[in-house]
T-cell receptor, first 113, second 113 residues
Framework: EDQVTQSPEALRLQEGESSSLNCSYT??????LFWYRQDPGKGPEFLFT???AGEEKEKERLKATLTKKESFLHITAPKPEDSATYLC??????????????FGKGTKLSVIP | DSGVTQTPKHLITATGQRVTLRCSPR?????VYWYQQSLDQGLQFLIQ???????AKGNILERFSAQQFPDLHSELNLSSLELGDSALYFC????????????FGSGTRLTVV
């Protein structure tokens, strides 16, 4: 069974204080690893897809990296508007030619001005 | 606006009742996925349809059912509702059978009283 574990569950940062969120996974036949951002009461918003170990993707203050067992979401000099829950998900084949996303429980990030 | 439309946004109903949640996928997307999000469980995959056919099932209760219509919109039917069914229900869509990222709607908040 595919498993995704995110840590920490919650993180409070001062504005400008850089940090990293962790996503460790166990999956058979990883096709891709996804990062989403979710604001309270809203649907997850796609950030990145990583497909192979060593791959990195960047978007503004966010940088995602992937190894064979885990992914990191690095946040550089965060601003209050970066406050959200960050979700990690792995995609693997679920049969009948389809693929399924399995999500972690997320890391709730709060950036204090 | 993600392009995935879910209605209604909020629903309050009594235990034992039946409700229908509706989802219109992003234009051009053939796959529709339903997820349940509760506070303690995170995003849980329920079921996937591709071009009108069921393709994958997750942790979907027998009281729940779904279908995808020829115009590609989908409905999730929840019956014999229990207090524990209170959650956010998200629909997501993708072009292919899960390859690549999903685009999520803004969700339906179901409250069972």
């Amino acid at each position: 069974e595919d498993q995704v574990t995110q840590s920490p569950e919650a993180l409070r940062l001062q504005e400008g204080e850089s940090s990293s969120l962790n996503c460790s996974y166990t999956v058979s036949g990883l096709r891709g690893l996804f990062w989403y951002r979710q604001d309270p009461g809203k649907g997850p918003e796609f950030l990145f897809t990583l497909y192979s170990a060593g791959e990195e993707k960047e978007k503004e203050r966010l940088k995602a990296t992937l190894t064979k067992k885990e992914s990191f979401l690095h946040i550089t000099a965060p601003k209050p508007e970066d406050s959200a829950t960050y979700l990690c998900a792995v995609q693997a084949r679920s049969g009948a030619g389809s693929y399924q996303l399995t999500f972690g429980k997320g890391t709730k990030l709060s950036v204090i001005p | 606006d993600s392009g995935v439309t879910q209605t209604p946004k909020h629903l309050i109903t009594a235990t034992g009742q039946r409700v229908t949640l509706r989802c219109s996928p992003r234009s051009g997307d053939l796959s529709v996925y339903w997820y349940q999000q509760s506070l303690d469980q995170g995003l849980q995959f329920l079921i996937q349809y591709y071009n009108g056919e069921e393709r994958a099932k997750g942790n979907i209760l027998e009281r729940f059912s779904a279908q995808q219509f020829p115009d590609l919109h989908s409905e999730l039917n929840l019956s014999s509702l229990e207090l524990g069914d209170s959650a956010l229900y998200f629909c997501a869509s993708s072009v292919q059978q899960g390859a690549g990222g999903y685009t999520f709607g803004s969700g339906t908040r179901l409250t069972v009283v």
